[in-house]
Each structure stands twice: as structure tokens, then as C-alpha cells.
């Protein structure tokens, strides 16, 4: 029971809690969006090109204006901004799932809604980062960092899950009416949350100033610049083993598309797994070390997937990338939360979170690497290149390495 109330402990604040559950219904919210959104691109066009696109039309934005999103949520309310955008959201969702039901949708709406999905989360997810600090104590960051993570990776088990059984049970039109119940219950559980809203003010600087601020903050402390480097690094090449993971399974392993299924459900445990493990460690100390050896043993358990040609061994090894992956990038997102000054700590998240922005572009390069030197070499290289700037880091950063 005390090992239990240890990796909880975040959840004894009601303002977390609110926090905790309403992000818990965005993200499933999010999660089955992909699935449902993909489905209604290929009933209507049939074209691989414009599942693409789509993709591609949600993501831009949310490159594009998260510097913008950061530098806003460092000069107003970020409860505010996060209450306003998932309203807006389920908003949208509602008005696409009534095109579906009456038969009125078109492509051009379901590429509209993503770009304006995608833009409404450029501005949601900075503050929705930045905010958590403000709602537990300093001696509980660590848990509740570790505790938002398991969201995301309990919604990658269940969320596209639901989405295709409610497909499959009632069609696309009433799954998007529960994408909009599910931000709806988000929007409703954070109207319960209650900081200080006399905390956001900032200077009398221009956007552009604040995002160059911003930037230039990154880029002159050592200890920011270099965690953001690794996870930069990890979205560009480590995460790629996941874009190319159907032709492992087809090509390499020979089990088809229900042992794929079974690699992505083993990442998604093991990355549960991961934030667990930071949920009841955040007490330990030696973060520096941490988040580097975390580093390290990812991109080295990357290499030995590459080169596995065993479907269990790939099994066990898929689920350590998701743990090691997982627990590197919590350590990382819990010293950001606790070391930032409160003006840039919006810019900062929101230059973090684009991490996972970019993982489409590192599967690109590895998918082109892939058409010359076979998917085990480009994936290897992957997790060569993250191993070998974690071990960089490890050597010639001293202040890093020894963050306690």
C-alpha cells in the first residue's frame, strides 16, 4: 500500500486530480480522432496520398505556431487558453461528426478540421504543460510528470481500440460524436481547476521578441539546450523504429500484421512501464545520470532490436525501448518542470513538445535510408545516433551528467 500511495501521491491535490482526468478524457479524445480520421480519409477518397496529406495538414500548424503558443501562454492565463481550445475542439468535433451523420461531409472538411485541430493544439499544449507546476507542490513534480505520461500511453493501448469498435459498431459519424464528449468532459473537469491567475504576467515585449527570448534563453543554459537536444534527437531518429517496425514484422520476422500489433502493444507497455518506474523513483536523486544511462540503454536496445530476427526476443526488446525511451524522456520533462523560470517556462515546453512533432520527419529519412541500406541498418543508425550523444553528453557535460 505505501508503494502505491508513493507513485499516486500527485493525485492527493484537487487540482491535479482535476487536471489528471481531464487530460486523461483530451488525450482519448485525441487518440481515437487519429483512428476515425484516417477511416472517414480512406471511405472517401481510397488514396493512401491523402491519409498522408491529412497527416501532414494537422502537423504543420502545430510546428508552425508553437513558438507563438509558447509565448502567449508565458503572457496570458494558461487555464484560460487550455479551457478555450478544448471547447473549441470539441466544438469542431461536433460540427464534423453532423457532416458525417448527414452525409454532407466532404474531403475538404475533414482536411480543414485537421488543420484547425492542429492549430488549436499549437496553442493548447504549452500551456497545458506550463500550468502543471502552479497545481502540486515542488516535492511532487516528479510524480505528477510521471503520472501525466501513463495518460498517454494508457490512451495508446485503449484509444484507437475504442475508436474501431465504436467504427465498427455505429460507423464513423457517432465516433466522432464521442471524440466530442470525451474533450467536452475535459473542457468541464478543468473549469475546477483553481491557480493564481495574477502569475502570467510578463514585459512590455512584442511575439516576436518573447519567441526570440525564448530561443535565446535554450540556447544559453546548458543544462535546457542539451536535455532538449537528446529528445530532439530521440523524435528524429530514435522513434523512427516505429515508423518502419511493418516491415520487421512482414519482412523480417514473418508474423503479419497481428504479431505488428502485438510490437506496438509491447512498446506502449513497456512505456508504461517507464513512467511507472519515474512515479516511484522521483525521490532518488541523480537525475543527470539517470536520464543519460536512460538515454543510452535506448538507443543501445534500438541497435538489438534492429538486428533481432526472433519474434519473442523482438518482443522483450521492443518493450525495453518503450521503459528506457520512456523513463529518459519523463526524467528530462521533470527537471524542465522544476528548474524553469516561471516567464519562459511556456516558450520552453512548447519548443519540447515539438519533439514529437517531428518524428514523421525523422521517419522520412529513415524510410529513404531504408530504400538503399535495408530497414535493420537505418534503424540501427538510429539508435546508434542517440546512444552515441547521450555517451557525448555523459562525457564532455559534467554539469549535466552530475544533476542531482
Known amino acids: 500500500m505505501g508503494r502505491w500511495t508513493a507513485i499516486l501521491s500527485a493525485l492527493r491535490h484537487r487540482n491535479y486530480r482535476h ?5 486523461l478524457f483530451s488525450v482519448l479524445a485525441q487518440n481515437m480522432e487519429i483512428v476515425a480520421q484516417s477511416w472517414l480519409v480512406l471511405q472517401l477518397t481510397n488514396s493512401p496520398l491523402f491519409l498522408g496529406l491529412t497527416g501532414l495538414t494537422h502537423a504543420i500548424p502545430m510546428i508552425a505556431l508553437t513558438l507563438v503558443g509558447g509565448a502567449i501562454a508565458d503572457r496570458a492565463d494558461r487555464r484560460r487558453i487550455m479551457i478555450l481550445t478544448q471547447g473549441a475542439i470539441a466544438f469542431f468535433f461536433f460540427i464534423l461528426a453532423t457532416l458525417v ?3 454532407e461531409v466532404r474531403l475538404w472538411h475533414v482536411l480543414a478540421f485537421a488543420f484547425i485541430s492542429g492549430s488549436l493544439r499549437a496553442f493548447d499544449r504549452p500551456s497545458r504543460m506550463a500550468l502543471l507546476p502552479q497545481m502540486v507542490p515542488r516535492e511532487d513534480m516528479a510524480n505528477a ?3 501525466a505520461g501513463t495518460i498517454w500511453q494508457l490512451n495508446k493501448l485503449i484509444g484507437p481500440a475504442v475508436a474501431g469498435m465504436l467504427i465498427y459498431l455505429f460507423d464513423v459519424g457517432p465516433t466522432y460524436f464521442a471524440c466530442a464528449s470525451a474533450s467536452l468532459t ?11 491567475r495574477h502569475s502570467f504576467q510578463g514585459g512590455p515585449s512584442g511575439l516576436i521578441q518573447r519567441m526570440m527570448e525564448g530561443l535565446n534563453f535554450i540556447r544559453g543554459n546548458e543544462i535546457f539546450s542539451t536535455f532538449i537536444a537528446l529528445i530532439f534527437f530521440n523524435g528524429l531518429f530514435g522513434m523512427s523504429y516505429s515508423i518502419l517496425m511493418p516491415i520487421f514484422a512482414r519482412d ?6 497481428q504479431g505488428y500489433g502485438f510490437l506496438h502493444s509491447a512498446a506502449g507497455a513497456g512505456a508504461l512501464g517507464g513512467t511507472l518506474l519515474v512515479a516511484a523513483t522521483h525521490r532518488s536523486g541523480r537525475t543527470g ?3 543519460i544511462l536512460g538515454a543510452i540503454l535506448f538507443g543501445a536496445v534500438i541497435i538489438g532490436f534492429a538486428f533481432s530476427q526472433l519474434y519473442p526476443l523482438s518482443l522483450v526488446l521492443v518493450f525495453l525501448i518503450g521503459l528506457a525511451g520512456q523513463f529518459y524522456m519523463t526524467v528530462i520533462s521533470t527537471v524542465l518542470q522544476l528548474s524553469l523560470p516561471e516567464q519562459f517556462r511556456g516558450r520552453v515546453m512548447g519548443i519540447y513538445g515539438l519533439a514529437w512533432d517531428v518524428i514523421p520527419i525523422g521517419g522520412t529519412i529513415s ?17 546508434f545516433l542517440v546512444m552515441g550523444t547521450a555517451v557525448a553528453v555523459a562525457l564532455f557535460r559534467p554539469h549535466v551528467r552530475e544533476l542531482e
Open 367 to 383: 524510410g529513404t535510408m531504408a530504400e538503399y541500406i535495408g530497414a535493420p541498418l537505418a534503424v540501427a543508425l538510429g539508435g
Open 101 to 103: 451523420v448527414t452525409g
Open 289 to 291: 545520470r539517470r536520464a
Open 145 to 147: 510528470v510521471a503520472l
Open 19 to 23: 487536471y489528471w482526468f481531464g487530460q
Open 252 to 257: 523480417i520476422l514473418q508474423v503479419g500484421s
Open 186 to 196: 475535459a473542457f468541464v473537469l478543468w473549469n475546477f481547476i483553481e491557480v493564481d
